[in-house]
C-alpha cells in the first residue's frame, strides 16, 4: 500500500510568488492535514480537509489556502510569499475518525528566497 | 501555541542505554500520540495512548500517561544508534477542533 505522498519534494520560489503543494492520502483515507514546520517554530497546524470540506484551519493568514479533490487528494496554495514561508510543509492522512494515528508524507520543503 | 511541552528539549546517550522523555499539555484529551522524524523528513507514527489508558507497549518503546497530572512520557529502552531522530508528542482533543497539536519535540542522539 502506498504512503502519503507530497509532491515537489522541494521548492525554491521568489518573493511574491505562489506556491502549489500536493498531497495524495493513502487509499481510504478521507481526512488530510496540512502542518507547516519552520525552523525553531515546531510543528504548526495549517488546515484539515474532510470529504472536500475546510473543516478547521490554523492561525495562518487568507493567503495560505487549499482545496481537497473528489479523489481526496489535496492542495495547498500560498499566495504571495513571504521569506517566512520558507519551511517543511508536512501532509497527513487519517481516516478521519478519533483516535487514529495519523500517516504523514515526507513534506515538501519550500525555500522562499 | 503548543499543547504539549517537551522535556527535555535534547538528550544524548550511549547505545543500549535508555532513553526518558515527557510531555506535559494543557487541555482535556481524547488521546495523545508519539511521532518520530528523522532528518527534517515526515513524521512516523510511533504509538497511540486512549485518555483512558495507563501505559502501552509497542516493542521497545513503552509509553504512560497521567491524565490528572496531564503528562505522557515515552521511554525506549536499548537504544540503537538508528533511535537517533526527534520525538514529538501530539494530543488530540475535541476542544481543538480534531486536528493534532504538537510539542516542540526532544531531539535523542545515541552514540554507538
Known amino acids: 500500500e502506498a504512503g502519503v505522498t507530497q509532491s515537489p519534494t522541494h521548492l525554491i520560489k521568489t518573493r511574491g510568488q505562489q506556491a502549489t503543494l500536493r498531497c495524495s492520502p493513502i487509499?481510504?483515507?478521507?481526512?488530510v492535514y496540512w502542518y507547516q514546520q519552520a525552523l525553531g517554530l515546531g510543528l504548526q497546524f495549517l488546515l484539515w480537509?474532510?470529504?472536500?470540506?475546510?473543516?478547521n484551519r490554523g492561525n495562518f493568514p487568507p493567503r495560505f489556502s487549499g482545496r481537497q479533490f473528489p479523489n481526496y487528494s489535496s492542495e495547498l496554495n500560498v499566495n504571495a510569499l513571504e521569506l517566512e514561508d520558507s519551511a517543511l510543509y508536512l501532509c497527513?492522512?487519517?481516516?478521519?475518525?478519533?483516535?487514529?494515528?495519523?500517516?504523514f508524507g515526507s513534506g515538501t520543503r519550500l525555500t522562499v528566497v | 501555541s503548543q499543547q504539549g511541552e517537551e522535556d527535555p528539549q535534547a538528550l544524548s546517550i550511549q547505545e543500549g542505554e535508555n532513553a526518558t522523555m515527557n510531555c506535559s499539555y494543557k487541555?482535556?484529551?481524547?488521546?495523545l500520540q508519539w511521532y518520530r522524524q528523522n532528518s527534517g523528513r515526515g513524521l512516523v507514527h510511533l504509538i497511540l495512548?486512549?485518555?483512558?489508558?495507563r501505559e502501552k507497549h509497542s516493542g521497545r518503546l513503552r509509553v504512560t500517561l497521567d491524565t490528572s497530572k496531564k503528562s505522557s512520557s515515552l521511554l525506549i529502552t536499548a537504544s540503537r544508534a538508528a533511535d537517533t531522530a526527534s520525538y514529538f508528542c501530539?494530543?488530540?482533543?475535541?476542544?481543538?477542533?480534531?486536528?493534532?497539536?504538537f510539542g516542540g519535540g526532544t531531539r535523542v542522539l545515541v552514540k554507538p
Open positions: 495512548i486512549r485518555s483512558n489508558e
Open positions: 501530539a494530543t488530540d482533543a475535541w476542544a481543538a477542533g480534531n486536528k493534532l497539536t
Open positions: 480537509y474532510d470529504e472536500g470540506e475546510e473543516r
Open positions: 487541555t482535556s484529551i481524547n488521546n
Open positions: 497527513a492522512s487519517t481516516l478521519g475518525q478519533q483516535g487514529w494515528g495519523y500517516t
Open positions: 487509499s481510504g483515507h478521507t481526512s
